[in-house]
C-alpha cells in the first residue's frame, strides 16, 4: 500500500509543477484536477470512503468553475522574467524547503508506522461510538456527537465565505 | 451565457433529477453509510448547477433564484444551533445534547438527533455551493462588455 501511495504522491506531485509551467490555462486546470483525484485514490487507499466522496465531488465542481471562468477569460498565460526581487524570493524558498526537509527527516524518525499508531481518544471512539451515539457510520457519530462544535464551525465558516463572496461580486447594490 | 444544444439540453433533464435524488439519499443515509451532510449537499448543489450551465442563463431569472436561496442557507443554520441548543432543555444540560432515543444500531430512524443534524447541514451545504456559483454568473451578466 505504502508503493501505491508513494507512485500517487508522484503523479500528484509532476500535475502540480505542469499546472505551474503549463503555457496554456486550460491544460493547467486539468493538470490541477490530477492532483484532486489522486488524492480521492489515496483516501480509498487509506480506507476512508467518507472524505474521498466529499473530496472527488468537491473536486469535480471546483474543476468544472475553473473550466467556465478559464474559457470566459483568455487561455494565454503571461509569463514575465525574474528581476532581482524575484530572484531574492525564489532564493528565500529554496532555503525555507531545505531547512523544513531537515526538520522532517528527524520527525519522521520518531513517527509510528502509516496507519499503525493507536491512540487513547482513537480507541475510545472505535470501541464504544456505536452503542453510544446510535449511529452504524462511526464518522457522523464523531462528526455531530463528539465533535458537534467543530460541525457547527464548519458550517459558520461556510456561510461567512458566502457573505463575502456576496458582497465582492456585487456590481449594482439590492434594491 | 447561452444555453447548449438540445442534446445535451434533453439528457440534463433525464440526468438532474436522479442527481437530485442521489444527493438526498446520501443526506438521509449519512448515519447509515459513508457519506452525510456535507457530500449529499454538494451532490444536490451540482444538480442544480448542471441544470443551469445547460439551459443558459435566460431561462431562469437568476437573482430571484439567489434571493431565495440565501433565505433557505440562513434558515438552514439557524436549524442546526436551534437543534444544538435544544440539548439544553433535556437531560444532561450540555450544548450539543443527544436527546432523541437512539433505536436499533443500523434503523433509517435511529441515533436521535443526527439525521437532523446531517439534513439541515446538507441544506445548508447544497445552498451555500449554489450561491456561490450564480453569484459568479450574475456578476458576468452584469459586468460591462
Do not use: W
Not at chain 1, 470501541?127 to 458537534?148: E, I, P, W
Not at chain 2, 451532510?37 to 450551465?53: E, K, Q, R, T, W
Not at chain 2, 434503523?107 to 441544506?123: E, K, M, Q, R, T
Not at chain 2, 445548508?124 to 454568473?137: D, G
Request: aromatic share 10%; glycine share 10%.
Amino acid at each position: 500500500m505504502e508503493v501505491a501511495i508513494s507512485i500517487i504522491t508522484g503523479l500528484m506531485i509532476l500535475g502540480a509543477l505542469f499546472a505551474i509551467h503549463a503555457k496554456d490555462l486550460l491544460s493547467a486546470v486539468i493538470a490541477c484536477g490530477i492532483v484532486g483525484y489522486g488524492l480521492v485514490i489515496c483516501f480509498l487507499l487509506l480506507k476512508a470512503p467518507d472524505l474521498a466522496i466529499v473530496q472527488i465531488v468537491v473536486d469535480t465542481i471546483t474543476l468544472i468553475m475553473m473550466v467556465a471562468v478559464v474559457l470566459d477569460s483568455s487561455r494565454e498565460e503571461s509569463f514575465s522574467r525574474l528581476d532581482t526581487f524575484g530572484k531574492i524570493a525564489a532564493a528565500t524558498g529554496l532555503i525555507i524547503i531545505v531547512v523544513l526537509f531537515y526538520f522532517f527527516i528527524i520527525a519522521s524518525s520518531n513517527l509510528d508506522v502509516l496507519g499503525k499508531s493507536s491512540l487513547r481518544m482513537a480507541n475510545a471512539y472505535i470501541h464504544g461510538a456505536a452503542q453510544k451515539t446510535g449511529s452504524a457510520n462511526l464518522v457522523t457519530g464523531v462528526v455531530f456527537d463528539f465533535r458537534g462544535y467543530d460541525t457547527m464551525g464548519e458550517a459558520v465558516v461556510l456561510v461567512t465565505a458566502v457573505l463575502g463572496v456576496l458582497t465582492i461580486l456585487r456590481l449594482k447594490g439590492k434594491k | 451565457m447561452k444555453g447548449m444544444t438540445i442534446i445535451v439540453k434533453k439528457t440534463a433533464q433525464l440526468i438532474a433529477g436522479m442527481i437530485f435524488m442521489y444527493g438526498i439519499y446520501v443526506i438521509v443515509h449519512g448515519h447509515l453509510t459513508p457519506g452525510g451532510g456535507f457530500a449529499g449537499g454538494v451532490i444536490m448543489a451540482g444538480s442544480l448547477i448542471l441544470v443551469i450551465l445547460s439551459h443558459g442563463t435566460d431561462f431562469f431569472s437568476l437573482v430571484k433564484e439567489e434571493m431565495g436561496t440565501t433565505i433557505v442557507e440562513s434558515a438552514a443554520t439557524i436549524c442546526v444551533i436551534l437543534i444544538a441548543t435544544a440539548g439544553f432543555l433535556f437531560g444532561t444540560k450540555v450544548f450539543f445534547n443527544n436527546f432523541l432515543p437512539k433505536g436499533n444500531v443500523g434503523d433509517l430512524v435511529s441515533a436521535g438527533v443526527l439525521p437532523l443534524y446531517n439534513i439541515f447541514v446538507g441544506i445548508e451545504v447544497a445552498a451555500s455551493v449554489f450561491i456561490i456559483f450564480l453569484s459568479l454568473i450574475i456578476f458576468k451578466e452584469e459586468s460591462p462588455k
